[in-house]
């Protein structure tokens, strides 16, 4: 069983872990990027095929939409405040428990 976690003044907290983020509903604002101190995500482009690619100034016309992207999963602390400003209520967000069952 793993161990409680508290806030600290010792009350129960299940952190919310940031899990995935729906690339057809996010519209690249990237309010929750600027939210996050700890890259667990990162902006890139969709070529019109749909596939995920690096942004950089020659490749901008081949983009048709920049998006949110999962960048490093192990870093979210599941703080929940790139939730909290998503405009769209694109990603998905699990506790560590509800992830391992």
Known sequence: MAAPHLTRDGRDWTPDFLISIDGDVCIGCGRCY??????????KGLNED???VELDDDE?????KKVMVMNDTGA?????AC????????QTHASQIAEAA
């Open 34 to 43: 600027k939210v996050c101190g700890r890259e667990v995500m990162t902006l």
């Open 50 to 52: 749909g596939d995920v």
């Open 60 to 64: 901008d016309e081949e983009v048709e």
């Open 76 to 80: 979210c602390i599941g703080c929940g």
């Open 83 to 90: 939730a909290r400003v998503c405009p769209t209520n694109c």
